[in-house]
């Protein structure tokens, strides 16, 4: 069986965990007294004792016989008693563990036993004195305890924050408990319920669940780990679009469209008596709007790439015309020296921004010129490099000057290094405003065609530096996304996937044209409605579950 | 009296071929007399291309009368009634099983309550239409009768649909009644190893391993035989209403079957009720047809069987429309409260899809009127049928309703419509194959399985015919793929689909259809006909031909290039775009509007060719593109779809699935990962569940077999070093 790479990877975990997990996994078929009673049994050592899970399942199967009287069917294959994966309990820590302790960190259980669990290591403050044996936490409220290691030593105080399936991140029980936030704590409460049965969460486990169970669909899934590893207010504010629907419920319409169309479309070829005429105009509106919301989505899958790595822009130019100050006033920082001596700068400085909302790469380079220095000589060769690999190259010279022989070779060499790749916009930036006199810049115009755009600066003062921005955010496309209030973006799996979407509606309008025969089209309506299914995760696909769930981290 | 032994092998069944065999003899003494029964049983899984059953379990019987019988037997001609295969109904389904499982080899017995009502034809005298013509053309593909009767049979001939592409062009034939019925009858008597029976089936004898004996009938007969097909249409506990007033009957004036139902429940069956109609027959003689709107057959008749020997063109007869007015919907209005339905007295569900006429009054209030055909129900009878108008109207409201149709005005009515209700078992209770999966060797098809057709049931009887057969022989049963044919689509649906009201076949209902077209139903099915036995060699032979023929035209096109000339012209000119020079025909046949009949026009044509030959090599060419996208798509889903379920899932163990979804799949049982997710109230989301449980089901298997290989290595290794160091220290 040929599995895609990434459903590999998740399952790859899997049927690892059962055998220690199968103690737990069997546990919550069991009523809860006995359940208690074994977990003791169970807790120290990972193998169990051979009677009595075996009982168990053999307890199960006489329940269903009902239905499972087809006796002929009923020897041979794989049994599914044991062992099924998400029945277990997992745990994780949910917070950060990287980085200087926080206060705060998070333990988090989710699945049928989790409360059990936590029963069995968090002894409420309220319920100290008369110790009762169950733990019964009403759902979404918070108590304040201690929880006990299996020796029945405090280890951490903590608050419980019980989360009642389905009213939880992944539909099922869910179990939060916020410890002291050093990773001694953490690691000692996550053992703590290991001990009392749960296991331990593999990456992308709860995100998982919350797919399985119904509670996310796939698109939503997805932005959950794009908003984890946010880096910009737009990518998280993007993320957070996309978990809250707005691209799930787009795709959503558009398939109920195209799936209604296909109603209309076939309850013709069989009731054609009973219905009135399919007015022709009308469908291919429908489908002419339908196109174009498609193409709208896939014009946000650059902004996605934007977002998602940012932008490179590489400041280049002459030595001495004012790169470096350029940068700090962007950055509003200090971050590269600035002298007057032409040739300040030797190595590559980096400076991150943020320009509308999108994480931006500022790389000062050595002023590029024929030198001796042998220092210089290698800033000069990385300052090229720098230029051919970056997004967006901001060719800076001086207004005093004007444009040198020096620049136009400058320009020369940059074009003739982008050629072979691709060409990435370039910025002329005439810097130094402020010492030269308004009027002599007609210069400029004759350069019009070798640069995408220019502005005109002052990097002492700032001035200029919003327009460079502007310019900049026009030249990546930015504009043209984020308007209309659409922040979701889409991902690679989705783009393709939209992309075939978009054929199949422009062939759609092709055999309108042709007048080739109704039936004809429910074959690209349909192709089109199985591409949108293959987005939202409801179209059955091993496709669908591949290359998600492994790169979340642990927790969500 | 002699007692059996019998010897039983037990069943192998595994995921995998397993080399070594377990076997466990069993004696049972059995009050079979003369009989020395020997079996052996045997199960093995066969994968062919489109078709597969892993259930079926073929078991090689041998039956070896003894010789030494003994004269004091009373009850040695009992033999007598011994079959392979047992067929209870003479409807459409029981004719086609009967004559399948005949013609394989079989030694078939036909039950049937009335032997002159066979292959009747209680409602539309018609075969075919949208979806149900692709069933007749699938049905002949694989050897059946009923497109071939139908042909035989026609009063007249129409393909509907005709401008909505090939896929949904559907051949409908009127046909003449008595003569259909008299026609089949005369097949079905005289088909070698068929015998025909009149006899109320009771009980359904069940041997010790949940397998089919036979059957018992009212009067206290034994039909013995290792399959048993039933067929009880709408016989068994039928009732027949018209307005509040019932009867018990299986039609109108046949009596119901009686005893049937009750058997199967012990068996453990569920039954449920169903409803279907028949509208009232009016005389043709009192209809004024002047002002009514004819209905001409097609001058260029079409068939349903791909064996020229039936393509014998007759006289078409005409029929009328006409239309519901004013008065018809107030008259309805006026006494809803009189019908079954809205006055709330009979609860099964009647089809959706065949809407009574006060349905439709009540569901399209806005619709001003519903069309009416009158259509003729033979050459020699008067009766007219008129559809589009079953009712559940009291019969003294039924003569006033028709007489609000123009032309209708003075008619007289000759029967009055009626519902029938009867019992049906959901069809989850059997395989693909269509056996019940509670006893082997018992089949169901037809309206007992909650259909409604003619064409439904002979689809349904000719593979349930043919799998009785194999089954009785012990060979691995056949199943039609969903994506395969029409007949594989309806029955996958039967199986899945939790259905609670009749089941019509649809074009809608097949993802694929433009595969599964009536041009192309021989070369889909008929292979496997030939395969199966019920294909000859003649009709191999002119099947052979045809596709060589085809497939030779199409090289011809693609090779013949013109430039220019009369033909050119007139294709730009149909065509809207221009003609380049030596350009093959093929590219020419491509355009829009372009048809194979401007080749023949221009003298590009090949005469050696069939109309329908033609036809053929046109759609192939044509619509070629679309062709080969919707085989993407299905190929997409068939590598997803087809992946195999294991027979013993414990679904209820599976927590993460919907509460609604375990029940549901623990209840259908579904073969594939498809089947389940076709399941009603199996959510996507269930199914990505289902496939992750597989998976690691299957790595954990994986991973333990990796084990146990590990460990006997390591074990081998420990030994080879101690045998070593053994060494070493003799050497030394």
Same mark, same amino acid.
């Given at each position: 069986?040929?599995?895609?790479?990434?459903?590999?990877?998740?399952?790859?975990?899997?049927?690892?965990?059962?055998?220690?997990?199968?103690?737990?996994?069997?546990?919550?078929?069991?009523?809860?007294?006995?359940?208690?009673?074994?977990?003791?049994?169970?807790?120290?050592?990972?193998?169990?004792?051979?009677?009595?899970?075996?009982?168990?399942?053999?307890?199960?199967?006489?329940?269903?016989?009902?239905?499972?009287?087809?006796?002929?069917?009923?020897?041979?294959?794989?049994?599914?008693?044991?062992?099924?994966?998400?029945?277990?309990?997992?745990?994780?820590?949910?917070?950060?563990?990287?980085?200087?302790?926080?206060?705060?960190?998070?333990?988090?259980?989710?699945?049928?036993?989790?409360?059990?669990?936590?029963?069995?290591?968090?002894?409420?403050?309220?319920?100290?004195?008369?110790?009762?044996?169950?733990?019964?936490?009403?759902?979404?409220?918070?108590?304040?305890?201690?929880?006990?290691?299996?020796?029945?030593?405090?280890?951490?105080?903590?608050?419980?924050?019980?989360?009642?399936?389905?009213?939880?991140?992944?539909?099922?029980?869910?179990?939060?408990?916020?410890?002291?936030?050093?990773?001694?704590?953490?690691?000692?409460?996550?053992?703590?319920?290991?001990?009392?049965?749960?296991?331990?969460?593999?990456?992308?486990?709860?995100?998982?669940?919350?797919?399985?169970?119904?509670?996310?669909?796939?698109?939503?899934?997805?932005?959950?780990?794009?908003?984890?590893?946010?880096?910009?207010?737009?990518?998280?504010?993007?993320?957070?679009?996309?978990?809250?629907?707005?691209?799930?419920?787009?795709?959503?319409?558009?398939?109920?469209?195209?799936?209604?169309?296909?109603?209309?479309?076939?309850?013709?070829?069989?009731?054609?008596?009973?219905?009135?005429?399919?007015?022709?105009?009308?469908?291919?509106?429908?489908?002419?709007?339908?196109?174009?919301?498609?193409?709208?989505?896939?014009?946000?899958?650059?902004?996605?790439?934007?977002?998602?790595?940012?932008?490179?822009?590489?400041?280049?130019?002459?030595?001495?015309?004012?790169?470096?100050?350029?940068?700090?006033?962007?950055?509003?920082?200090?971050?590269?020296?600035?002298?007057?001596?032409?040739?300040?700068?030797?190595?590559?400085?980096?400076?991150?921004?943020?320009?509308?909302?999108?994480?931006?790469?500022?790389?000062?380079?050595?002023?590029?010129?024929?030198?001796?220095?042998?220092?210089?000589?290698?800033?000069?060769?990385?300052?090229? !490099?720098?230029?051919?690999?970056?997004?967006?190259?901001?060719?800076?010279?001086?207004?005093?000057?004007?444009?040198?022989?020096?620049?136009?070779?400058?320009?020369?060499?940059?074009?003739?290094?982008?050629?072979?790749?691709?060409?990435?916009? !370039?910025?002329?930036?005439?810097?130094?405003?402020?010492?030269?006199?308004?009027?002599?810049?007609?210069?400029?115009?004759?350069?019009?065609?070798?640069?995408?755009?220019? !502005?005109?600066?002052?990097?002492?003062?700032?001035?200029?530096?919003?327009?460079?921005?502007?310019?900049?955010?026009?030249?990546?496309?930015?504009?043209?996304?984020?308007?209309?209030?659409?922040?979701?973006? !889409?991902?690679?799996?989705?783009?393709?996937?939209?992309?075939?979407?978009?054929?199949?509606?422009?062939?759609?309008?092709?055999?309108?044209?042709?007048?080739?025969?109704?039936?004809?089209?429910?074959?690209?309506?349909?192709?089109?409605?199985?591409?949108?299914?293959?987005?939202?995760?409801?179209?059955?696909?091993?496709?669908?579950?591949?290359?998600?769930?492994?790169?979340?981290?642990?927790?969500? | 009296?002699?007692?059996?032994?019998?010897?039983?092998?037990?069943?192998?069944?595994?995921?995998?071929?397993?080399?070594?065999?377990?076997?466990?003899?069993?004696?049972?003494?059995?009050?079979?007399?003369?009989?020395?029964?020997?079996?052996?049983?045997?199960?093995?899984?066969?994968?062919?291309?489109? #078709?597969?059953?892993?259930?079926?379990?073929?078991?090689?019987?041998?039956?070896?009368?003894?010789?030494?019988?003994?004269?004091?037997?009373?009850?040695?001609?009992?033999?007598?009634?011994?079959?392979?295969?047992?067929?209870?109904?003479?409807?459409?389904?029981?004719?086609?099983?009967?004559?399948?499982?005949?013609?394989?080899?079989?030694?078939?017995?036909?039950?049937?309550?009335?032997?002159?009502?066979?292959?009747?034809?209680?409602?539309?005298?018609?075969?075919?239409?949208?979806?149900?013509?692709?069933?007749?053309?699938?049905?002949?593909?694989?050897?059946?009768?009923?497109?071939?009767?139908?042909?035989?049979?026609?009063?007249?001939?129409?393909?509907?649909?005709?401008?909505?592409?090939?896929?949904?062009?559907?051949?409908?034939?009127?046909?003449?009644?008595?003569?259909?019925?008299?026609?089949?009858?005369?097949?079905?008597?005289?088909?070698?190893?068929?015998?025909?029976?009149?006899?109320?089936?009771?009980?359904?004898?069940?041997?010790?391993?949940?397998?089919?004996?036979?059957?018992?009938? #009212?009067?206290?007969?034994?039909?013995?035989?290792?399959?048993?097909?039933?067929?009880?249409?709408?016989?068994?506990?039928?009732?027949?209403?018209?307005?509040?007033?019932?009867?018990?009957?299986?039609?109108?004036?046949?009596?119901?079957?009686?005893?049937?139902? =009750?058997?199967?429940?012990?068996?453990?069956?569920?039954?449920?009720?169903?409803?279907?109609?028949?509208?009232?027959?009016?005389?043709?003689?009192?209809?004024? #047809?002047?002002?009514?709107?004819?209905?001409?057959?097609?001058?260029?008749?079409?068939?349903?069987?791909?064996?020229?020997?039936?393509?014998?063109?007759?006289?078409?007869?005409?029929?009328?429309?006409?239309?519901?007015?004013?008065?018809?919907?107030?008259?309805?209005?006026?006494?809803?409260?009189?019908?079954?339905?809205?006055?709330?007295?009979?609860?099964?569900?009647?089809?959706?899809?065949?809407?009574?006429?006060?349905?439709?009054?009540?569901?399209?209030?806005?619709?001003?009127?519903?069309?009416?055909?009158?259509?003729?129900?033979?050459?020699?009878?008067?009766?007219?049928?008129?559809?589009? #108008?079953?009712?559940?109207?009291?019969?003294?409201?039924?003569?006033?309703?028709?007489?609000?149709?123009?032309?209708?005005?003075?008619?007289?009515?000759?029967?009055?419509?009626?519902?029938?209700?009867?019992?049906?078992?959901?069809?989850?209770?059997?395989?693909?194959?269509?056996?019940?999966?509670?006893?082997?060797?018992?089949?169901?098809?037809?309206?007992?399985?909650?259909?409604?057709?003619?064409? =439904?049931?002979?689809?349904?009887?000719?593979?349930?015919?043919?799998?009785?057969?194999?089954?009785?022989?012990?060979?691995?049963?056949?199943?039609?793929?969903?994506?395969?044919?029409?007949?594989?689509?309806?029955?996958?649906?039967?199986?899945?689909?939790?259905?609670?009201?009749?089941?019509?076949?649809?074009?809608?209902?097949?993802?694929?259809?433009?595969?599964?077209?009536?041009?192309?139903?021989?070369?889909?099915?008929?292979?496997?006909?030939?395969?199966?036995?019920?294909?000859?060699?003649?009709?191999?032979?002119?099947?052979?031909?045809?596709?060589?023929?085809?497939?030779?035209?199409?090289?011809?096109?693609?090779?013949?290039?013109?430039?220019?000339?009369?033909?050119?012209?007139?294709?730009?000119?149909?065509?809207?775009?221009?003609?380049?020079?030596?350009?093959?025909?093929?590219?020419?046949?491509?355009?829009?509007?372009?048809?194979?009949?401007?080749?023949?026009?221009?003298?590009?044509?090949?005469?050696?060719?069939?109309?329908?030959?033609?036809?053929?090599?046109?759609?192939?060419?044509?619509?070629?593109?679309?062709?080969?996208?919707?085989?993407?798509?299905?190929?997409?889903?068939?590598?997803?779809?087809?992946?195999?379920?294991?027979?013993?899932?414990?679904?209820?163990?599976?927590?993460?699935?919907?509460?609604?979804?375990?029940?549901?799949?623990?209840?259908?049982?579904?073969?594939?990962?498809?089947?389940?997710?076709?399941?009603?109230?199996?959510?996507?989301?269930?199914?990505?569940?289902?496939?992750?449980?597989?998976?690691?089901?299957?790595?954990?298997?994986?991973?333990?077999?990796?084990?146990?290989?590990?460990?006997?290595?390591?074990?081998?290794?420990?030994? =080879?070093?101690?045998?070593?160091?053994?060494?070493?220290?003799?050497?030394?």
């Amino acid at each position: 069986m040929a599995l895609p790479p990434a459903f590999r990877f998740l399952l790859r975990h899997l049927p690892q965990s059962t055998s220690p997990g199968s103690v737990s996994s069997i546990f919550p078929k069991l009523s809860i007294p006995v359940h208690r009673k074994l977990s003791i049994l169970f807790s120290s050592s990972p193998k169990p004792t051979s009677s009595p899970p075996q009982v168990t399942p053999k307890a199960t199967k006489e329940n269903k016989l009902v239905f499972n009287k087809d006796e002929r069917l009923g020897s041979g294959a794989v049994s599914c008693d044991e062992s099924v994966v998400n029945s277990s309990t997992i745990a994780a820590i949910v917070t950060s563990l990287c980085g200087p302790p926080a206060a705060v960190g998070i333990v988090r259980l989710s699945g049928p036993s989790a409360v059990s669990i936590v029963g069995r290591v968090f002894l409420p403050a309220s319920r100290k004195k008369r110790r009762r044996p169950d733990w019964r936490p009403v759902s979404h409220v918070v108590e304040y305890g201690e929880v006990l290691d299996s020796h029945g030593n405090v280890i951490d105080e903590v608050l419980v924050v019980p989360m009642l399936g389905p009213k939880s991140y992944t539909r099922e029980d869910v179990v939060e408990l916020q410890c002291h936030g050093s990773e001694i704590c953490l690691r000692r409460v996550l053992r703590a319920c290991l001990d009392a049965g749960a296991r331990i969460a593999e990456p992308g486990e709860f995100t998982l669940r919350a797919f399985l169970n119904g509670r996310l669909d796939l698109s939503q899934a997805e932005n959950v780990g794009k908003l984890i590893s946010a880096k910009s207010v737009a990518a998280a504010d993007s993320a957070l679009a996309g978990i809250q629907g707005g691209f799930s419920s787009l795709v959503k319409l558009l398939r109920a469209q195209c799936i209604e169309l296909l109603t209309e479309i076939e309850a013709r070829l069989d009731f054609d008596d009973e219905m009135p005429p399919l007015e022709l105009n009308l469908v291919i509106d429908k489908i002419h709007g339908m196109l174009q919301e498609v193409e709208n989505a896939l014009g946000t899958a650059n902004y996605d790439k934007l977002l998602q790595s940012g932008l490179q822009i590489a400041i280049v130019g002459r030595p001495n015309v004012g790169k470096s100050s350029l940068l700090n006033a962007w950055s509003k920082s200090e971050r590269a020296i600035v002298t007057d001596i032409a040739g300040t700068t030797r190595d590559i400085v980096e400076a991150n921004i943020s320009v509308g909302g999108i994480p931006v790469t500022l790389l000062d380079t050595a002023g590029i010129r024929d030198t001796d220095d042998i220092v210089e000589k290698i800033g000069v060769e990385r300052s090229e !490099v720098v230029a051919t690999s970056a997004d967006v190259i901001v060719m800076t010279v001086s207004a005093t000057e004007g444009w040198t022989l020096e620049d136009e070779k400058l320009l020369e060499r940059i074009q003739s290094n982008k050629s072979g790749s691709s060409s990435s916009p !370039v910025v002329l930036v005439i810097n130094k405003i402020d010492c030269a006199p308004s009027s002599a810049y007609d210069w400029v115009n004759t350069l019009s065609s070798s640069f995408n755009k220019h !502005v005109f600066t002052c990097a002492v003062s700032g001035q200029g530096i919003p327009d460079l921005e502007a310019a900049i955010i026009e030249l990546v496309g930015l504009n043209r996304i984020s308007t209309g209030g659409r922040k979701w973006t !889409v991902n690679q799996r989705q783009c393709e996937q939209l992309v075939r979407t978009r054929e199949a509606f422009i062939r759609l309008k092709g055999s309108i044209s042709e007048e080739i025969p109704l039936d004809f089209w429910t074959i690209d309506l349909r192709e089109a409605a199985l591409a949108l299914g293959q987005i939202s995760g409801e179209d059955i696909s091993e496709e669908v579950l591949s290359n998600i769930f492994g790169k979340f981290c642990i927790g969500k | 009296m002699t007692t059996t032994l019998s010897l039983h092998l037990t069943r192998i069944v595994s995921q995998f071929p397993v080399p070594s065999s377990l076997f466990c003899p069993l004696s049972s003494a059995k009050q079979r007399p003369q009989l020395l029964k020997c079996r052996l049983g045997l199960r093995f899984h066969v994968h062919r291309c489109f #078709f597969a059953s892993p259930y079926a379990t073929p078991r090689r019987c041998f039956s070896i009368s003894a010789s030494n019988s003994q004269g004091w037997d009373k009850d040695s001609d009992t033999s007598n009634e011994r079959y392979d295969v047992i067929v209870v109904g003479g409807g459409h389904a029981g004719c086609e099983a009967a004559l399948s499982s005949a013609r394989i080899g079989a030694k078939t017995l036909l039950l049937t309550l009335n032997i002159d009502r066979i292959a009747w034809q209680p409602c539309n005298p018609a075969v075919g239409g949208p979806a149900k013509s692709q069933l007749v053309h699938e049905v002949d593909a694989l050897g059946g009768e009923i497109g071939k009767v139908a042909d035989r049979c026609y009063l007249q001939k129409r393909i509907l649909n005709i401008s909505r592409g090939p896929a949904v062009r559907a051949l409908r034939a009127q046909t003449d009644k008595r003569e259909y019925a008299s026609e089949m009858k005369k097949i079905v008597e005289s088909t070698p190893n068929l015998s025909i029976r009149e006899a109320m089936v009771t009980d359904i004898l069940v041997g010790k391993n949940d397998n089919v004996e036979g059957v018992h009938t #009212f009067f206290g007969m034994n039909f013995y035989a290792p399959s048993v097909v039933l067929t009880t249409g709408t016989f068994m506990s039928g009732k027949i209403w018209v307005g509040k007033t019932s009867m018990p009957a299986g039609r109108a004036g046949e009596s119901a079957s009686h005893g049937l139902t =009750e058997n199967l429940q012990q068996l453990g069956f569920e039954t449920d009720r169903l409803k279907t109609g028949t509208p009232a027959r009016v005389d043709c003689r009192t209809v004024d #047809f002047s002002g009514l709107e004819p209905q001409h057959g097609d001058e260029e008749v079409n068939w349903f069987s791909f064996d020229p020997d039936y393509h014998i063109e007759r006289e078409q007869m005409c029929c009328y429309l006409t239309r519901t007015t004013k008065s018809t919907h107030q008259l309805i209005k006026d006494n809803l409260h009189e019908t079954p339905t809205y006055g709330g007295w009979v609860e099964a569900k009647g089809p959706r899809y065949c809407p009574s006429i006060e349905d439709k009054i009540v569901r399209f209030q806005d619709k001003e009127s519903h069309q009416i055909f009158l259509e003729p129900e033979g050459r020699s009878v008067p009766e007219l049928y008129v559809q589009g #108008f079953s009712t559940g109207l009291p019969e003294r409201l039924q003569l006033p309703l028709l007489r609000t149709l123009p032309g209708l005005e003075n008619c007289s009515m000759l029967r009055p419509a009626y519902a029938v209700e009867y019992d049906y078992l959901p069809a989850h209770q059997c395989f693909r194959s269509l056996m019940t999966k509670k006893i082997e060797g018992l089949f169901f098809s037809g309206q007992i399985n909650g259909t409604t057709g003619y064409e =439904e049931a002979a689809a349904q009887g000719i593979i349930s015919g043919i799998n009785a057969a194999r089954h009785s022989d012990g060979k691995s049963l056949i199943v039609l793929e969903r994506e395969s044919s029409y007949i594989g689509t309806l029955i996958d649906d039967l199986v899945t689909k939790d259905l609670r009201e009749p089941y019509r076949m649809l074009t809608s209902r097949s993802e694929h259809r433009l595969l599964l077209r009536s041009d192309n139903a021989d070369s889909r099915l008929t292979p496997l006909g030939r395969e199966i036995g019920l294909i000859d060699d003649r009709r191999w032979k002119i099947y052979l031909d045809k596709q060589a023929r085809i497939s030779e035209e199409k090289q011809r096109l693609k090779k013949t290039r013109i430039s220019g000339g009369d033909l050119a012209a007139e294709i730009t000119e149909v065509s809207g775009q221009p003609v380049r020079d030596s350009s093959t025909l093929e590219s020419l046949l491509k355009k829009p509007h372009i048809q194979y009949k401007v080749f023949d026009k221009h003298g590009f044509g090949n005469d050696l060719l069939s109309r329908l030959d033609k036809e053929c090599v046109e759609v192939d060419i044509k619509y070629e593109g679309f062709i080969v996208r919707q085989q993407n798509q299905l190929q997409q889903m068939v590598n997803q779809q087809h992946k195999r379920l294991p027979e013993d899932l414990d679904y209820y163990a599976m927590t993460t699935l919907s509460h609604e979804a375990r029940e549901k799949l623990s209840k259908v049982r579904p073969q594939t990962i498809g089947q389940a997710s076709r399941v009603g109230g199996v959510s996507p989301a269930d199914v990505t569940a289902l496939l992750i449980i597989l998976e690691s089901n299957r790595r954990r298997a994986n991973e333990e077999r990796r084990h146990q290989m590990l460990t006997s290595i390591v074990a081998d290794a420990n030994q =080879e070093v101690s045998e070593g160091l053994l060494k070493e220290t003799t050497i030394s």
